[in-house]
């Protein structure tokens, strides 16, 4: 069957014998004009055959697909760029494909972090990236001091205990995302603007609105992780990034509505370059958004006897919200959500990292491990103690004091004798006692602070009261019970007055020390 191909201008004629598939008549046209075909790391030329408008697939018999004698083919050749690098996906299992040539592996991790941001939607300050080896890559330095080839797989990783809460934001489920969210109220303020980051990018208007209600705002950055608020100031630049920036970049428009209708401050919110949300999305061409964000910012605020344009109504809230800011931050009233000692921290290469995608169900299962590990520990001591215990009261035995012997020897005689003296704070204590009993001694189950329930809070603090202990001669406990029974003679003054007298007794003990 004779066929005619064009190709680059060109019409020749080519035999097709009967069972020739569309790869094989793909073989004799490469052959015959010489063409150059590829398929490496860089990208791919191939050649495409079309027939009355629909392309050809290479495993089709040319007779089967309806191709008659004499018919016309169209041939051309096309080229597919390959991506420069792939990234793995731990949260949504997905490749994320890095567009580019070599040039890419000279930049920056932090340049590279910025396209996985654009592409998935995540804040950079979520995730971070890893070799297939698992060696982490830190934004400082550059693709090429990892040895990274064109096509190299990475994988991207999230906070520990985070897996569900981004899946659920990803897709938008709020009862999800509010079953999973932090009690903890650092954390928890930075997951509600990482999720409202995520909300703005795909578009999820009911839960962007349930956020807003619940304190988050579209024009505050989504900042970092409170483990590493230390270090915040050297870290990626687009932490300085807001959900209103999200929503411009990915041209959600009902979001951005949204958020301006909640608050008109996001109009001229800028991102760490300096861009407003009408500059980004003039940069990635959304046209619609563009044309809301001119209108709203062109527009006049009228109130009963003046009007104002949009420009000077937000200088106006400006100076209002940093007026409120400076009364709550001299009143005190606005809460403090930083951390504090005893809170965990990161330090990039030194401190174990908690960027490995694990999900709750991991978490929960390992510190059950470590709680079955030591109550099986402690209960196998405690077994030992006791049967030590046993073989040593089996093996002595008891002897009693002699009633005669401590009522001959008075107490000056005793002490004339070469006896041990009748501790003064036990005397103390059997007369105050009486009086106003002190609370029962505090053990690991107390409620302590936040700051001093870590184990190594605890270790300073157990240190701290036992070289207290050596240097005075007292326990704490009898420290206050010996201040305690000085202040009660001061019987014309209050009780809670007293307790002041007390306190500051005990603390002149420590002083002289």
Not at 178 to 205: D, E, F, N, W
Not at 307 to 335: E, N, T
Not at 408 to 421: C, D, H, L, N, Q
Request: proline fraction near 4%; include cysteine.
């Amino acid at each position: 069957m004779k066929v005619f191909i064009s190709f680059d201008g060109l019409c020749e004629s080519f035999n097709i014998l009967p069972g020739q598939t569309v790869k094989d008549a793909k073989q004799m046209i490469k052959d015959y004009f010489h063409i150059q075909l590829s398929d490496d790391k860089k990208g791919r030329r191939f050649l495409v055959l079309m027939y009355a408008g629909g392309v050809l697939r290479d495993e089709w018999v040319l007779t089967d697909a309806g191709i008659t004698v004499c018919s016309t083919i169209k041939c051309s050749v096309k080229e597919e760029e390959k991506p420069a690098l792939y990234v793995y996906n731990a949260v949504t299992m997905e490749k994320v494909q890095i567009m580019g040539n070599f040039h890419l592996l000279a930049e920056t991790v932090s340049r590279l972090k910025s396209l996985v941001s654009l592409k998935c939607g995540f804040p950079v300050s979520v995730f971070c990236l890893k070799t297939l080896e698992g060696k982490e890559m830190y934004d400082c330095n550059t693709m090429s001091d990892y040895k990274l080839d064109l096509g190299v797989t990475l994988r991207m990783d999230v906070w520990d205990g985070w897996k569900e809460l981004l899946s659920a934001c990803v897709l938008g489920h709020k009862q999800n995302v509010q079953h999973y969210l932090s009690r903890r109220k650092p954390i928890l303020r930075y997951q509600q603007r990482v999720t409202l980051y995520i909300a703005a990018y795909m578009g999820h208007l009911e839960l962007a609105e349930w956020l807003t209600k619940k304190g988050a705002r579209a024009d505050e950055a989504v900042g970092v992780h409170p483990y590493r608020e230390w270090c915040c100031e050297t870290g990626h630049p687009d932490i300085g990034k807001c959900a209103i920036h999200a929503a411009a970049e990915n041209g959600q428009l009902l979001l951005i509505k949204a958020f301006v209708a909640h608050n008109v401050l996001c109009l001229e919110c800028q991102n760490p370059l300096g861009q407003t949300p009408l500059k980004v999305c003039i940069l990635h061409g959304h046209k619609d958004c563009v044309l809301y964000l001119i209108m709203k910012m062109w527009s006049v605020v009228s109130f009963p006897k003046i009007h104002l344009p949009m420009s000077v109504y937000i200088k106006v809230k400006k100076w209002q919200l940093r007026a409120q800011k400076q009364i709550f931050k001299v009143k005190k009233w606005a809460p403090d959500f930083k951390t504090k000692v005893g809170d965990p921290f990161v330090v990039d290469g030194f401190t174990e990292p908690k960027m490995t995608s694990r999900g709750l169900h991991g978490l929960y299962q390992d510190k059950w491990k470590k709680v079955m590990g030591k109550s099986q520990t402690d209960s196998s001591q405690a077994f030992v103690n006791a049967v030590l215990t046993l073989k040593n009261s089996a093996t002595k035995i008891s002897r009693f004091p002699s009633v005669k012997q401590t009522a001959v020897y008075p107490f000056k005689k005793r002490r004339e004798a070469g006896w041990k003296s009748v501790d003064d704070n036990e005397t103390l204590k059997n007369n105050w006692k009486a009086q106003i009993p002190l609370p029962p001694i505090s053990n690991t189950t107390n409620n302590r602070p936040r700051h001093l329930t870590t184990p190594y809070a605890t270790f300073l603090l157990n240190s701290s009261l036992e070289s207290y202990t050596i240097h005075s001669g007292r326990t704490p406990r009898q420290n206050a019970i010996y201040c305690l029974s000085l202040a009660s003679e001061f019987k014309e003054k209050p009780w809670l007055q007293q307790l002041d007298i007390a306190r500051m007794l005990a603390k002149k003990t420590v002083y002289n020390l």
